[in-house]
Nanobody, 123 residues
Framework: QVQLVESGGGLVQAGGSLRLSCAASGRTVSSYAMGWFRQAPGKERECVAA????????YYPDSVKDRFTISRDKAKNTVYLQMNNLKLEDTAVYYCAADPNYGPGVVDGMDYWGKGTLVTVSS
């Protein structure tokens, strides 16, 4: 079983950038499909990025496409979410997640979750 700990959240101005990190322990990140989800107050959780185990296939919804990038550093056993050109609507708690399988269902949820890190985008 993998344990996930997010970091890197904070306050950033609109148009700025932030990189979130997800440190994994217990298992290697290459053993899982990995994803980043977010949930804003009063809104449903949504997947903002997902990547399969090999890294050959990544998913981004239209709301973040060309702004967010998910990546994986196997040596550090860490997954990242690079967020550029941040918008007010990107304000949310961001969660790292892992799943043994990568299929259509991963954007709805994964098996293992971190506790989240808050990103606040100000005007």
């Amino acid at each position: 079983q993998v344990q996930l700990v997010e970091s890197g959240g904070g306050l950033v101005q609109a148009g700025g950038s932030l990189r979130l990190s997800c440190a994994a322990s217990g298992r290697t990140v290459s053993s899982y499909a990995m994803g980043w989800f977010r949930q804003a107050p009063g809104k449903e959780r949504e997947c903002v990025a997902a990547i399969n185990r090999s890294g050959s296939n990544a998913y981004y919804p239209d709301s973040v496409k060309d702004r967010f990038t998910i990546s994986r550093d196997k040596a550090k056993n860490t997954v990242y979410l690079q967020m550029n050109n941040l918008k007010l609507e990107d304000t949310a708690v961001y969660y790292c997640a892992a799943d043994p399988n990568y299929g259509p269902g991963v954007v709805d949820g994964m098996d293992y979750w971190g506790k989240g890190t808050l990103v606040t985008v100000s005007s």
